[in-house]
Each structure stands twice: as C-alpha cells, then as structure tokens.
C-alpha cells in the first residue's frame, strides 16, 4: 500500500511540473518599453520581427526559385511580335506625267493630220465617235512639245501641247500658221511610273476623253531687270573685255588653250570638234558700279559679265551668241571662274553689286601668277 501511494504521489508531481511547463510555451511574453506603440500607432515587438524576417526569406527564396521561369518568359515576350507596334509604310511614289505627256503630244499630231475619212487614225488614241470635217492633210505639226501638265484626280491628266502649225492649200503650197495651243484629256491606268494608280500593274495604258481643245497661249512674262548695268561696248583696252574676247575666241574656235583664261582649279572645255572658225566680242555689260574704272583691282574680286559675240563658222555664216561669264581677279589680271547657267537678274529695288574682295582664309598660300595672255 505505501508503494502506491508513493508511486502515485510520483504521477501527480510529474503531471503538475508538465502543466506547469505547458503554461509557460502558452503564455505570451511581457510587453517591453520597446513594445509600446510609437505616436504613429504602430507596435513592434520581437515576435513581429521575428515574423517579418520569416516572410522576407519566403519572399527572396520564392523569387530564387521562380528566376529560371522569369527569364523563360521575358526570352519569350521579346521573340515574339509586339503587340500594337506601328510598322513603317512607304509612301507611295508621285505619278509621273511623263507617258501622259507622251501620248497627248503624239495624239496632236495625229489630229492635226487626220481630216474626213481618215478618222479611223485617231483610234489609236481616242475611242468615241470622231466626224471630222476638215480635209486630211490639210494641217500639220512641223514641232510640237508639252508645256504644261497637271494631275486632276489619280489616273487623269490635263495635257497643253504646243504646236508649230503648217497649212497646205489645194495646191500643196505651204503656209504657216505659227505655234498653236492645245490641251487633252488623258486618263492613265498602270503603274505611278506611267501616271496611273496602280501598284502590281505590269504596263501603262492611255486613252484620251475628247478631241483636243484649241486654247490661248500661255502669258508672256517680262523678265526682270538685269544685273548688268554698266556698259563696257567693246573695247580692248579694258582687262575685262580682253580676258572674256580671248576666253570666248578659245571657247567657241579651239584656237589656244582654255586654261590661259581661267582661275585655277575651275574645270571648263572647250566644245570639240570646235563649230566657229572665228568670235568677234560686239558688246559687254558687267555688274561693277565704275563704268571708267579699267584697274583691276585686289586679288578676290568677282565680277559677272553679259557677253555678245557674233561667231562665224567655217562657211562664213555669222551666228549671234551671248554668254554669262563670272570672272575673278588674281595676280593683276582677270580670269573666268564660271560660264553660268543663266545672266543673273536683279531683284527688284535691289542696286548692282560692285565687285567685291574676299580675304583668303589663314595659313592658304598665294596661287603663283600665271602668264597674261599676251606673253604668249
């Protein structure tokens, strides 16, 4: 008997220090000074940093794992297309009014030439009804070219060609009438290349819409004033007039070398085989503003010439020409820099320009002077 009653005391010590154990994993700890809430209202503690540090390293361990299919996808989205991206379109070539300005000219002069029973030769250009009262043969088109060419929708064309009329009376004795206007409706079809609208058309086709419409001349303009005032007549005792007279002579005749005459560096030819046996300068304008001056003044200076020469070629026959020369000064003496492409125009209330002087840039060494014309 007192063996159990010792054992059971036993069981009941050991089962009182196990609940008293229990009560202490249970019991949550104590609230430090530092677990007091801050004045934002938030409370920290060691057992919420201790979950915080938990769920970052869930968090980091998760984005370790999940890499490999990140990057998977990320290789994925960028071969693939991109969703919404504008690809560049070409635009589309202008029509050209080349063909269609081809056509209506060759249309004129087949209608010119055409007249009563011969209406069956404009088929090939117009296809409605044609009754034409006029006697074939009676007008042609000695010349003809297109003036003007203008696009009224895609694939229509307003052609104006312009025509150098002969008349034949019924004796066939020629009269002309002088140039003539008129002006054709052309539709296109075909590529842009050919004036029509179409992308993968293999060729160009044309039709005119009526018979051509005589219309007035277009407006004459007048131009404007030259740039060449001064009026330097012909006379050898100016250094201009001399270098553009020996320039021209070389030019046009093929007597000496062009090089004599011109600036170093500039690239000019004569015409070969040479058309003029001889030139004679009968008058020059330039742009200076000292119509005496003959001094040529300091090396830079630039001055544009109006040349007329009267050239005779090998028969004797006397032609009239006139050149837009731009001359520069170096060394004492003029020298052909340019035969320009048109004589300069003045704009309006714009005075000439005297010749004037650039300064040559640091460091370029003086050209060595080359030999005057007449030294050789």
């Known amino acids: 008997m007192k063996r159990q009653r010792r054992q059971r005391k036993a069981d009941e010590k050991r089962q009182f220090v196990e609940a008293e154990a229990w009560d202490e994993e249970v019991e949550e700890p104590q609230e430090s000074p530092a677990d007091e809430p801050d004045e934002t209202g938030w409370k920290t503690s060691t057992a919420h940093l ?62 010119l030439q055409a007249g009563q029973g011969t209406e069956r030769d404009l088929a090939p250009y117009y296809s409605g009804s044609v009754a034409l009262a006029v006697k074939p043969g009676n007008r042609e088109a000695t010349q003809s070219t297109v003036i003007a060419s203008r696009e009224i929708q895609p694939g229509y064309w307003s052609i104006t060609v312009a025509a150098d009329v002969t008349a034949h009376d019924d ?147 006397a032609v009239s020409l006139s050149y837009a020369l731009t001359l520069k000064s170096r060394a004492g003496r003029w020298e052909v820099a340019s035969v320009d492409d048109a004589p300069a125009i003045r704009a309006s209330g714009t005075p000439s320009a005297a010749p004037h002087t650039t300064t040559p840039s640091p460091g370029v060494r003086a050209a060595t002077p080359s030999p005057s014309p007449s030294s050789s």
Do not use: C, N
């Not at 970052?56 to 919404?84: H, I």
């Not at 086709?205 to 007549?233: F, H, I, M, N």
């Open 171 to 317: 004796k066939g004795k020629a009269k002309r009438l002088g140039v003539q206007y008129f002006r054709v409706g052309i539709q296109a079809t075909g590529p842009a290349g050919g004036g029509g609208t179409e992308k993968a058309a293999p060729a160009a086709g044309y039709g005119a819409t009526s018979l051509p419409a005589q219309v007035a001349a277009p407006t004459v303009l007048k131009p404007g004033g030259l740039a060449y005032e001064t009026d330097r007549g012909s006379s050898s005792a100016d250094p201009s007039v001399e270098t553009a007279r020996g320039f021209l002579s070389a030019y046009l005749t093929g007597s000496t070398e062009i090089d004599r005459y011109t600036s170093p560096g500039t690239r000019l030819q004569a015409i070969s085989p040479a058309p003029y046996a001889a030139v004679k300068v009968t008058g020059v304008q330039d742009d200076s503003l000292h119509a005496g001056q003959q001094k040529v003044p300091a090396d830079g200076a630039v001055l544009h010439q109006l040349v007329q020469v009267d050239a005779t070629d090998q028969a004797g026959s």
């Open 50 to 111: 201790a979950g915080i540090s938990r769920i970052v390293r869930v968090g980091v361990w998760a984005l370790v794992g999940s890499g490999p299919a990140l990057g998977m996808l990320a290789f994925l989205s960028s071969s693939g297309p991109a969703q919404g991206a504008t690809k560049p379109v070409a635009a589309a070539p202008p029509a050209s009014p080349v063909g269609p300005a081809g056509f209506a000219e060759l249309f004129v002069s087949a209608y």
